[in-house]
């Protein structure tokens, strides 16, 4: 029971992606949301933020119940790569596209100075004349609690309106904290993102009264920048993530890689970014395939995303590993599911992650994994992968070479996992996050 | 009655710098205490607006800064300024009417950079004493500013500072110096005749119409910095108040003068490699220079004050400005130099490490307005100009007896 508190859910970023097909962090969030509309029923309300107009405004339950029960009734995997460009992502390139255009027609001043005349005209045509109907905003009330956790670095101004708020209100402010990798590795995202971020979560952990932190390494990490640049600590507190994989009925080789069929391949299931360390596994195979005749194909199954342009152009561009490093994208799934299903074992050798779904991803399908063991990684893979330092690529091409020769050692593993791994349901995790919700609401 | 020339390197019509506000105080209570006094400067005149500039400022003249010496280096401009007033004809001549027709008893130099010129006229006019108005160790500070701008090979330079340092020094009839740890430095040199005389500050009148404005536009949670473009004071900003994360979202650091534009500069060069680029510029307000009400209603609004200087000797005007005002103050040893009796009192905080000056600067927003007792702001009007230069014109004829 909440004891005349009511939980206001910042629902912004689900209703953004509406049914797009989401990434890791908008699905947490429609998991545990599916789950707390029903428990706190009539005393939750939802709000949205509102970059442009610098406030929050009420959004319907019944619409985002749609979203997020279609979520849970798709039947894919948990976990898949992005589709939709970020809004700091647009902002920056079209910056830069301006940058170059207007750098290039400045010579010609005439018609920069036209071409501004036409840019204030359009963007005055866009501007609603007069607004028949303005939108009220959402008015808190004082003791409230107010959850967000997702995309919430993408919203300008977001939680600098939200710090107003929370002092204006006396609000309780609960925020999720994913990682901090762009903070700690600012040289594994792209120009201009790790300020954006670190700005973001300067201003969270400023808002925040308590913080659910996805793996005791987040926790860890963001404490310590929390005491390290002197923020006032809110509470910090981990919440386990499901790992249980809704799987599709039957598993379909993937169309553009039917020749897999008949090769022993290895599975590395992650976007495609400098962070993940394909360049690792790039260097392995190039040792592998220059040493040995008979070596397994490797598998990458992602999107392309930051920093990887001149390793795609590496691999494409070298004659004894096209063939050998096949990069699959797009695949459904019940295609990821054949690949699981028909690989020797999976890699993820990932400088820094703040949890490690695919790790926990590839044990629920009982997959043998030889994993880095940097970050929060351990804890995902407990006993059950092998660990091995992500710049040590002796060792990695060692261990991979012997799995793939002697595929009795890769059974072993697989039975242990059968044995032993224990699949962490999302209801479960739902369930302990809404007890764990429900004492801070109460405190 | 005594007749005092007074050559610096700056104009002073409008002070604004520490250096020309005490040239400027020292020559108003001069004239107040009956003696006759005139200060003239040879300065770079670009760095000047024109009404900035009177008559009795000299300038180097377009093209001055291609004449080699020292490379045509901009952090040697005043030691260049002293060379010319010697090897430009037009400047010297300049200056020897200046002296011919004032005919003064004393040549006060302010700081050592116009000592070249003193030591020239002196063959000319040997009955003209010299008294040496020293503002910090030129020589230390000079240096500590090229190291922390990497610029290298000039120790040549430094060498001639410190000559011209030392040689003023003993060349006086007296000298005037500004800290303790300054008179230090010249009792190597000198025994007698070293007079203290600290910074001081005139008092700021703001009006409520003033304050108003201000408040609409940066309200009160803010912490103030005042300070001018030079160098000290940014490196003291970024060594002792950079990141901004210990302010929280609603919570401002202000900066007055001309530092503010240097603070700009640095955020915004580092973009690309400093992650707190967006944390700093958000809390980060640049005023530029303001006129004296303005700054008196701001300094009105300030929930702090800080002084963060990390390096330099000298004392520093902005510290008197503080303790006037009755306003928390977090400061750092050196900023306090001179001002040492003040240590301890209610509302300031000595912060000499990072982390202390940020943790002190995040309890003073969080805290409500200081509230003062009058005893102890009577007790701060020492730190008053009139106070503190009351007794600067006995003495020149205290050392005028003693000489005749």
Redesign the interface.
């Known amino acids: 029971m909440i004891q005349g508190k009511r939980l206001v859910w910042d629902v912004t970023t689900v209703v953004r992606w509406g049914n797009a097909h989401a990434v890791g962090i908008v699905r947490v969030e429609k998991n545990y949301l599916y789950a707390c509309l029903s428990e706190f029923s009539d005393n939750i309300e939802l709000c949205r933020y509102d970059s442009g107009k610098k406030a929050f405004f009420g959004v319907d339950k019944t619409v985002v119940l749609s979203l997020v029960v279609d979520e849970n009734k798709r039947g894919k995997s948990e976990f898949s790569d992005v589709n939709i460009i970020p809004a700091w992502k647009l902002k920056l390139k079209y910056k830069n596209f301006k940058k170059k255009v207007v750098r290039r027609i400045k010579k010609h001043s005439k018609l920069y100075s036209n071409i501004v005349i036409l840019e204030k005209k359009i963007a005055g045509f866009f501007k609603p004349k007069k607004e028949e109907h303005v939108e009220p905003e959402f008015i808190f009330l004082k003791n409230d609690v107010y959850i967000t956790m997702g995309l919430d670095w993408d919203y300008d101004g977001k939680?600098?309106a939200l710090?107003?708020k929370k002092?204006k209100h006396t609000i309780k402010v609960i925020v999720m904290c994913y990682d901090i990798i762009s903070?700690l590795f600012?040289q594994y995202t792209p120009?201009?993102f790790?300020?954006?971020f670190?700005?973001y979560m300067?201003?969270a952990m400023?808002?925040a009264d308590h913080v659910f932190c996805i793996s005791k390494k987040t926790k860890e990490d963001i404490a310590q920048f929390c005491n390290d640049?002197?923020?006032n600590a809110p509470t910090f507190e981990v919440i386990r993530l499901g790992s249980s994989i809704k799987k599709p009925s039957s598993a379909i080789i993937p169309s553009n890689a039917t020749f897999l069929d008949e090769k022993k391949f290895v599975l590395f299931v992650s976007s495609i970014e400098g962070r993940k360390n394909h360049m690792l596994l790039y260097y392995v195979w190039s040792y592998l395939a220059e040493k040995y005749t008979d070596i397994p194909n490797l598998v990458f199954v992602g999107m392309k995303g930051w920093l990887v342009d001149d390793l795609l152009y590496s691999i494409n561009a070298n004659p004894e590993l096209k063939d050998k490093i096949n990069l699959l994208h797009g695949v459904s799934d019940e295609e990821l599911m054949w690949l699981y299903q028909n690989c020797l074992f999976t890699v993820f050798p990932s400088f820094y992650e703040g949890w490690g779904l695919p790790v926990a991803e590839s044990l629920s399908y009982g997959k043998f994994c030889i994993c880095s063991d940097r970050g929060s990684l351990p804890e995902v893979g407990a006993d059950l992968v092998e660990y091995l330092d992500p710049y040590d690529t002796t060792a990695w091409s060692k261990r991979i070479k012997e799995l793939s020769d002697d595929v009795s050692l890769i059974s072993q593993r697989e039975s242990e996992i059968l044995k032993r791994y224990n699949i962490y349901s999302w209801e479960e995790s739902a369930k302990t996050f809404i007890i764990s919700l429900r004492r801070k609401i109460n405190d | 009655m005594i007749r005092v020339l007074m050559l610096g390197t700056y104009p002073i019509k409008k002070p604004y710098h520490g250096g020309q506000i005490r040239v400027s105080e020292i020559l108003k209570s001069l004239r107040k205490q009956n003696i006759e006094a005139e200060y003239v400067s040879v300065c770079y005149e670009r760095a000047y607006k024109k009404d900035e500039l009177t008559k009795n400022d000299i300038p180097l003249g377009l093209g001055v800064d291609s004449r080699g010496y020292y490379d045509d280096n901009p952090f040697f401009l005043d030691l260049q300024t002293g060379y010319y007033s010697v090897h430009n004809i037009r400047i010297w001549n300049e200056l020897n009417t200046k002296v011919q027709k004032f005919k003064p008893d004393y040549i006060q130099i302010e700081q050592m950079y116009m000592y070249p010129f003193y030591a020239a006229i002196k063959e000319k006019y040997p009955e003209i004493k010299l008294v040496y108005s020293s503002h910090n160790v030129e020589y230390l500070l000079k240096s500590m500013i090229l190291q922390q701008y990497k610029v290298s090979k000039y120790d040549e330079a430094i060498n001639h500072i410190k000559e011209q340092e030392v040689a003023a020094i003993k060349d006086s009839s007296f000298v005037i110096a500004v800290s303790d740890s300054d008179i230090d430095f010249i009792k190597q040199y000198r025994t007698t005749n070293i007079y203290h005389i600290k910074n001081g500050i005139s008092k700021k009148e703001f009006t409520e119409t003033n304050v108003n404005k201000w408040r609409k536009q940066i309200g009160n949670s803010f912490a103030l910095y005042v300070g001018s473009a030079h160098p000290p004071n940014l490196i003291g900003f970024k060594d002792l108040m950079l990141p901004l994360t210990y302010l929280t979202p609603s919570q401002k650091v202000i900066v007055v003068g001309g530092v503010g534009d240097m603070i700009t500069s640095e955020i915004w060069n580092n973009r690309d490699s400093d992650i707190y680029t967006h944390v700093n510029s958000d809390r980060f307000i640049n005023l530029g220079r303001l006129d004296e009400s303005d700054l008196a209603a701001v300094i009105q609004l300030a929930r702090v004050i800080v002084l963060p200087l990390n390096y330099g000797s000298g004392s520093n005007l902005k510290t008197a400005e503080a303790l006037l005002s009755g306003k928390y103050i977090v400061a750092t040893s050196k900023s306090m130099v001179g001002y040492e009796d003040f240590i301890g009192t209610e509302g300031l905080f000595l912060s000499d490490s990072n982390e202390v000056f940020r943790r002190n600067v995040q309890k003073c927003l969080s805290n409500t307005d200081l509230i003062i007792s009058d005893k102890e702001l009577e007790r701060r009007n020492v730190v008053l100009w009139d106070n503190i230069l009351m007794g600067i014109g006995d003495l020149y004829y205290k050392t005028k007896i003693e000489q005749y």
């Open positions: 939680m600098k710090y107003e002092n903070i600012p120009k201009g790790s300020q954006i670190t700005r300067v201003d400023w808002c640049l002197f923020i």
